[in-house]
């Protein structure tokens, strides 16, 4: 199966359709106040109407209600959640035939303890930070992710990842897809387009 790469933190039109155009396949749309990156459904609706339809429209949400969880599909065409705070396997069930991937952040190998009790499509792995939920742009130990591999749950590799490391990474981990953030990025919320495309020539090329 041929890799997935999705980019993150999607903020406005430009940065989506140069995505898109780049080469990849999913974007990712936050709906977490605290981020910098945190979008509008409005807003988020507005970019999602202009990408073509093979491109996945992931939501990202950080311990959110159901209702917004509900309200934020109705209003803007997302097609895949993906749930980054601590929501549990039960709320990860709540949406039907909708795709589902859960995001653990992974501090050591007591992080990976609570991954099984999540039967969802996927299984994000990102690096811990105290002060951060994502786009830290910094990397965890990822023979730990190699550990998950052996599981058989398709994984979602993040964190710390940009064209000068995504080709390694994917030769040593094998996930089902990479997401990159921060790491294509001028400043938070807007993409560097050079890098956009490094990354993932880069990405593919493993």
Not at 78 to 107: I, M, N, Y
Not at 116 to 125: F, H, K, M, S
Request: hydrophobic share 45%; glycine share 8%.
């Amino acid at each position: 199966m041929d890799l997935k790469i999705k980019i993150c933190g999607i903020t406005n039109r430009d940065d989506a359709l140069a995505a898109v155009d780049a080469g990849a396949d999913a974007l990712g749309f936050i709906f977490y106040k605290p981020s910098p990156r945190n979008l509008s459904r409005e807003a988020a609706a507005r970019i999602i109407q202009e990408l073509p339809p093979f491109v996945t429209k992931v939501g990202v949400f950080v311990d959110s209600s159901e209702d917004f969880v509900r309200q934020t599909l109705a209003e803007c065409g997302v097609d895949t959640l993906q749930f980054h705070g601590s929501e549990s396997p039960e709320f990860c069930t709540r949406f039907g035939a909708l795709k589902v991937w859960k995001a653990f952040r992974v501090q050591n190998r007591a992080s990976l303890q609570a991954l099984p009790a999540y039967q969802t499509d996927a299984w994000l792995l990102d690096s811990f930070a105290p002060d951060k939920l994502g786009g830290t742009g910094a990397a965890f130990n990822w023979d730990l992710a190699v550990e998950v591999w052996m599981l058989g749950r398709p994984i979602i590799l993040a964190g710390g990842l940009s064209p000068d490391n995504v080709t390694d990474v994917v030769h040593r981990v094998r996930p089902y897809a990479v997401d990159v953030s921060s790491g294509v990025e001028s400043a938070p919320g807007k993409k560097d387009q050079a890098k956009l495309r490094a990354f993932i020539q880069a990405a593919r090329t493993a």
